[in-house]
């Protein structure tokens, strides 16, 4: 798998540790049933991944990532959690199933093949079992009021991930992907996230204002010349004041794709 686009900076297991079944997942909610067997791909802190846990209990829950100080909160997020392990696993070489569901959620959009990872979980999923990703779009976002220098932010994070030969607006190229990963059956949906209470844009404008100044992110904008670190800083201030203003609105798509595996008789 290549390596994780935002690195693995506190502030980035930060956004991840709110991620859950409802606000990430609900696309694939109905279609968990107990003693599923289900693969978590590009796990990081595990809390989706308990979260199915213990909705297809008894069913075991797989969880795989890169990184293995990550897999290491995971595992201590999954304490008393017996239905679930994490492993160390890249996206493109997966465990050998088969699974009942694979489950992949903001991963596509840090890998440069997206849609030879998606070839992979078919591979390891049942015939009749379910893949299931979904991914933001950045170009997409609404955020009010408006801050020039939050343009720049978005400006920096798409450049840094097109230099990088990732794709940030992965959101909208979902279906095609899966078109492209050689899927015949596949069910398209959307949904949204949306910070706008004050305790909301604290939690979120503050990772990102520490984001943008230290994690793989900043490195690669300031090594690649998409921004000095004075303009990183005063970006980091911009979503500060973002979060502190009564009016502030942010709102990301997601692109959403259930695939249904063929069964061996189709």
């Known amino acids: 798998m290549t390596a994780y686009s935002q690195g693995h900076a506190a502030s980035v ?17 109905p279609h968990l049933e107990a003693g599923a067997r289900v693969l978590d791909v590009g796990c990081g802190s595990g809390t989706i991944t308990v979260d199915l846990a213990r909705r297809v209990a008894p069913g075991e829950v797989v969880g795989v990532d890169i990184d293995d100080a990550t897999l290491t909160k995971a595992r201590a997020h999954a304490a008393g959690v017996d239905n679930v392990r994490f492993v160390t696993g890249d996206a493109y070489d997966l465990p050998d199933g088969p699974f009942d569901v694979v489950h992949v959620h903001q991963v596509l959009l840090h890998l440069t093949d997206p849609v030879a990872a998606l070839r992979e ?19 997409a976002i609404a955020l009010w009021p408006h801050d020039p220098r939050l ?62 100044v230290a994690s793989t992110i900043a490195e690669r904008a300031v090594d690649g010349g998409f921004a000095t670190r004075d303009e990183l800083a005063d970006i980091a201030e911009a979503w500060r004041t973002w979060a502190a203003h009564p009016d502030g609105w942010f709102s990301i798509p997601h692109g959403e794709v259930l695939i249904r595996r063929a069964s061996d008789a189709t």
């Open 121 to 139: 979980m078919l591979r390891v999923v049942r015939p009749g079992g379910l893949v299931a990703a979904r991914e933001c779009d950045y170009a």
């Open 151 to 212: 343009d720049r932010w978005l400006a920096i994070y798409r450049g840094v991930a097109h230099a990088h030969g990732t794709e940030p607006d992965a959101g909208r190229r979902l279906l095609a992907w899966a078109h492209a990963a050689g899927a015949a059956h596949v069910t398209p949906s959307a949904s949204i996230w949306s910070f706008a209470t004050p305790d909301d844009r604290a939690w979120w404008g503050g990772q990102w204002a520490e984001r943008i």
């Open 13 to 29: 297991l930060a956004s991840q540790t709110w991620r859950t079944v409802a606000n990430s997942a609900a696309h694939l909610a």
